[in-house]
């Protein structure tokens, strides 16, 4: 048996990279653990990883790398599922913002502690009581923190810091066993060069070696001003520090890469954006603030040219199991939905590649029976409401009933059903209809369109002959699939002169058709009407007319 798949290698410059990102170079990549060379193996049918040398050109530290067995790999593994909020967290790390103000523009320095984690109150009656046994020692805090701020229900604590201490800590004590929480928390001080990532209004301190995205906002700490300031870089104090920040693109990579040289741009990165509820801020940089039990719909847009699977990982990761979102067709957004917790929050870290984005659901609108009366979840729906004449309503979701047949006379075709689409009105909807002629397939319509648009194409393609099926594909979250049915239709009998004008209206093209396609020429019935559906002896009577019609012609002729 041999070794198993290595899906990542690092760079020179520290960094996991994954397989699929990989380029064909050799003695560039190295094993994350040994620090041996890997090779890159990419072939055309097999499936892609990264493997050591040969043990004749390995060394003796590669020969015993924990990757080379399947246990040591998947431990292996599992701390890189791990996300950077859990292991700054394992290690009583406080994590560092810069916050601005959204009209004054002013800047300041936050830094964020966990709440008592629900379950270890599981079972608890009195947790105000475990609540107000909080105690706290702070260093560079301007304000020491309340008990009640690491109630379970709020989604973090945030801290108001001095930017010119010396040393950030906070250590929380109590008479109860809070293991996740109880502890030393530190951070270090400011310097020049730490750079924050995130929104324009919160972004987050970032290690040596990270990777920023284009138009992720990056605020970069320096001692004095440069000379020399690029177009569309903002300057601004915090505390004794000079600040720069901007929106990052490929023309800013310079200006960092002078002010924060461990850092690098990231041109295989992904993007998470939040599209449900429509309320919360694209970017979840912060917590996202929702309805207990209501869905929150998460799209991945992976780096263009890329399509990887996706993990969504639980903080910590031994909460609730691991969700893939499977690869899609190329380029095409990924929807994820999961629903907000009965209370507190539900954390989250959407990974590949050794990047991850973080996810915080904070369950933070009270439900009571007035904001149920005032369906607060509505707009928290996604899906598709269909109402015909007589009663005959539908409301379906991707992924719960996304199957429907209707049954639709020809009348109700005319006038068309109601059909609502639920969601934002920019959400991308990929829609396929299906036609048919007779029974054989005649053409498929595929179509990318927004929420907003989808209806009037729906009603366009119920009226249209010949439709088989109509389907709405919402990524990973699923699809819905309507099958609008017919009414079978029966024909009258018409008079013979009345056949006999219909087919000399066809022209010479009349005798070059099968009698099958004739007869539903002649009554005008969609292709694929059965034949016990026209009046008995039809086929007899075409026949027998075309046959008088081709002597006429013939004696025309001669």
């Known amino acids: 048996m041999g070794e198993p798949r290595i899906k990542f290698g690092m760079n020179p410059q520290g960094q996991l990279v994954h397989i699929l990102e990989a380029k064909q170079y050799t003695h560039y990549y190295k094993c994350p653990d040994c620090e041996d060379y890997l090779q890159v193996r990419q072939g055309e049918e097999r499936i892609w990883y990264f493997a050591h040398l040969k043990s004749d050109e390995s060394t003796s530290r590669s020969r015993s790398c924990e990757l080379r067995s399947p246990i040591g790999l998947e431990q292996w ?219 929150a719909v998460l799209a991945v847009i992976p780096a263009h040219g890329l399509n990887p699977e996706f993990e969504v990982v639980s903080v910590p990761l031994s909460a609730q199991s691991t969700s893939i979102i499977p690869a899609s067709i190329e380029g095409n957004p990924r929807l994820f939905v999961e629903e907000f917790p009965p209370t507190g929050s539900r954390r989250l870290s959407i990974h590949w590649g050794g990047r991850h984005i973080s996810v915080v659901l904070h369950s933070s609108i009270e439900l009571t029976e007035d904001s149920e009366r005032e369906s607060p979840r509505a707009e928290e729906r996604i899906g598709l409401r269909i109402s015909l004449d007589g009663g ?88 819905i699939r309507i099958e609008p049915g017919r009414a079978e239709r029966t024909f009258r009998s018409l008079p013979t002169e009345e056949i006999e004008r219909r087919l000399r209206k066809m022209g010479p093209a009349v005798f070059a058709e099968s009698i099958n396609v004739l007869v539903r020429e002649v009554y005008d019935a969609p292709g694929g009407t059965l034949h016990h559906r026209f009046p008995p002896g039809t086929r007899k009577r075409v026949r027998r007319i075309l046959a008088q019609l081709k002597n006429q012609s013939k004696r025309a002729d001669s």
């Open 77 to 295: 593994t599992e701390r890189v599922r791990k996300s950077p909020i859990e292991r700054a967290e394992s290690a009583r790390r406080m994590r560092l913002f810069v916050l601005r103000h959204p009209y004054t523009n002013t800047l300041s320095l936050g830094g964020v502690l966990p709440v008592i984690p629900a379950e270890e109150l599981a079972g608890t009656d009195d947790i105000g009581s475990i609540v107000s046994s909080l105690r706290f020692e702070t260093l560079g805090v301007r304000e020491a923190p309340e008990a009640e701020q690491f109630h379970p229900s709020e989604a973090e604590v945030m801290l108001d810091l001095d930017p010119s201490a010396k040393e950030f800590r906070v250590v929380v004590s109590s008479t109860f066993s809070l293991p996740r929480l109880v502890g030393n928390w530190t951070a270090n001080r400011l310097t020049a060069g730490a750079v924050f990532v995130g929104s324009d209004q919160r972004a987050e301190q970032q290690s040596a070696g990270a990777r920023v995205k284009d138009a992720d906002t990056v605020y970069v700490v320096l001692e004095t001003v440069p000379p020399e300031i690029p177009p569309g870089v903002t300057l601004g104090k915090l505390g004794e520090w000079n600040i720069a920040w901007f929106s990052f693109n490929a023309t800013m990579e310079s200006f960092l890469h002078r002010h924060a040289p461990a850092l690098s741009r990231d041109t295989n990165a992904f993007y998470v954006d939040v599209v449900v509820p429509e309320s919360a801020d694209p970017q979840p940089w912060a917590p996202v603030d929702g309805v207990p039990g209501a869905i």
């Open 392 to 479: 005959e309503d539908a409301e379906l979701r991707p992924w719960e009933n996304p199957d429907f047949q209707m049954r639709l006379e020809r009348g109700r075709v005319i006038h068309g059903p109601e059909v609502i689409v639920i969601g934002p009105p920019d959400l991308p909807i990929d829609l396929t209809g299906r036609f048919f002629s007779g029974t054989r397939p005649s053409s498929t319509i595929r179509e990318r369109l927004k929420t907003g648009e989808v209806p009037d194409r729906i009603r366009s393609w119920l009226q249209r002959e010949g439709l088989d099926s109509v389907s709405l594909s919402y990524g990973a979250l699923g699809s």
